[in-house]
Every structure is written in C-alpha cells, then in structure tokens.
C-alpha cells in the first residue's frame, strides 16, 4: 500500500530564511507521480509541483526547490528566503499506478513564517 | 487550466437537516470526481470515488447512507450529508479527474459545513 509520511507537523522560520519540508514515500509500484500542494489560510489546495518517478531530476521554480530521491524515498521541499506569504500548510502526496486514481496525502506540515 | 467549482463555499444547518454540496467541473468532463473530508488541523481524507452513471465507491468506515453522492453528469458531482449532526462539521473538498489529463487531480475551494 502507499503511504506519504511528513514528519515536520510545525515548523516557524524568521522571513528571508530558507525552509525545507520533508516527504518521505511508500510505493510498490514502479510508475507512481508525486506531488506537493500548499493550502492558505482560506482552504483552497493549491498545486506547486508533480513529479513522475521516472524524473529524478531536481527542479527549481523562482523561490521553490524541490528534490527528489528514489534511493532515500525522498521529496522534499525547500523555499528560499520564505516570506509571511508562504505561511501555510503543505501537503506531499502521492499517486501510483495500481491505485485506482486514489491520491495519498501526508499528514501535512504547517509553516508559518514571522516578519 | 481544469477549473473545479464548489457550491456553496460555506453553509451553516441545523442538526437533523440534509445538506447538498455541488462539484462542478467547469472546462472539461470529469467522468471521476473524488470527495474529502478534513478536519482542523488534519489531512485530507478521502471518502468515495464517484463515477458518472455509476455507484459511487466509499472509503471503508464512511457510511454510504449518511453520505449520498450523486454523479449524475459528466460535470456534476453531489454530495448530500444526510440528518447532519455536529460532528458532521467539517471542510468538504471535491476534486475530479480530466480524463484527457490522465492521472491529474483538479481541486475545488472546498465547503466548510457547520452544523449546529
């Protein structure tokens, strides 16, 4: 079965300081996409990234870092210089090929994010 | 890009009322749409899958007759909390599949349901 584990349930940084949010997969299966969503204040999830498990690449969006690592089970997220905007709770899910279109959300991992 | 509404965006019963939650898909058909329940503070939890023309599949532990999901359309999606109690209070979140997308997930702003 799959599993999404984040272990940070909290974290608080001073702005301008760079944060790194954890996600660590379960999976069987081969062909499996990963994703990260951040949820504000106001509840609406919004998407940030998806990675297949074919691309290991790391990839950089403006601010936003992730990297992933098959060896570790890894996906981790890390926001450079954070900003009281990125205050928020980030979800790393998962998705794989034999389960039936079911997304597996982690436990999430709360930031917040002090001027 | 896929845009999913919710209707309502927050609504406020009366224990022992029914209330109806609309999921549309706005930009394309959605022959699957998922339904999430959250709770402050907690992740989301997947409650049933619902199929166009067909029975919506629950979760294990979601009572199928408290929770009535309709997918009636290839754009609508409902889902209708049934003599709604307080601990029924919670933010419901849909979310449906493009099938064109494959896999991908479009997310509605979700409903938050007190009951009172």
């Known amino acids: 079965a799959q599993k999404v584990t984040q272990a940070q349930t909290e974290i608080s940084v001073v702005e301008k300081e760079d944060v790194t949010l954890d996600c660590v997969y379960e999976t069987r299966d081969t062909t499996y996409y990963l994703f990260w969503y951040k949820q504000p204040p106001s509840g609406e999830l919004v998407f940030l990234i998806r990675r297949n498990s074919f691309d290991e690449q790391n990839e950089i969006s403006g601010r936003y870092s992730w990297n992933f690592q098959k060896s570790t089970s890894s996906f981790n997220f890390t926001i450079t210089a954070s900003q009281v905007v990125d205050s928020a709770v980030y979800f790393c899910a998962s998705y794989g090929s034999s389960n039936t279109g079911k997304l597996i959300f982690g436990q999430g991992t709360t930031l917040q994010v002090k001027p | 890009g896929a845009v999913v509404s919710q209707h309502p965006s927050w609504v406020i019963c009366k224990s022992g009322t029914s209330v109806k939650i609309e999921c549309r898909s706005l930009?394309?058909?959605?022959?699957?749409m998922f339904w999430y329940r959250q709770f402050p503070k907690q992740s989301l939890m997947l409650m049933a899958t619902s199929n166009e023309g067909s029975k919506a599949t629950y979760e294990q532990g979601v009572e199928k007759d408290k929770f009535l999901i309709n997918h009636a359309s290839l754009t609508l999606s409902t889902l209708t909390v049934t003599s709604a109690h307080p601990e029924d209070s919670s933010f419901y979140i849909c979310s449906a599949r493009d099938p064109a997308g494959g896999y991908e997930q479009y997310f509605g702003p979700g409903t938050r349901l007190t009951v009172t």
């Open positions: 930009d394309f058909q959605a022959t699957t």
